[in-house]
């Protein structure tokens, strides 16, 4: 079976926690074990069997979609900023 999953996080240096959100799953995995290019944020094609995963491959089109969503959605909140509303004490 082939899942899309997103690189959530790296803990101590060398594990990686994969989500898959369409069945509301994790995955821990070691960092050599990624592509060599996928880092927090990239966007994985899995394919698992009996729940362990035997390839991994970056889904480049998911990745390029959502970095565009986030970098929208950031630029949207920063036009709608008008700076903070408390004030320093100097």
Same mark, same amino acid.
């Given at each position: 079976m082939t899942i899309r999953a997103v690189i959530d996080r790296i803990v101590d240096g060398d594990r990686v926690v994969l989500l898959v959100e369409e069945q509301k799953k994790e995955f821990t995995v070691r960092q050599e074990q990624l592509p060599t290019a996928a880092e927090e944020g990239t966007w994985l094609l899995l394919t698992? #069997?009996? #729940?362990?995963?035997v390839e991994m491959t970056i889904d480049t089109k998911m990745t390029n979609r959502m970095e565009a969503k986030v970098g929208a959605t =950031?630029? @949207? =909140? @920063?036009?709608?900023s008008n700076g903070s509303r408390f004030k320093r004490k100097d």
């Open positions: 698992v #069997e009996d #729940e362990q995963i =950031l630029k @949207r =909140l @920063r036009q709608k």
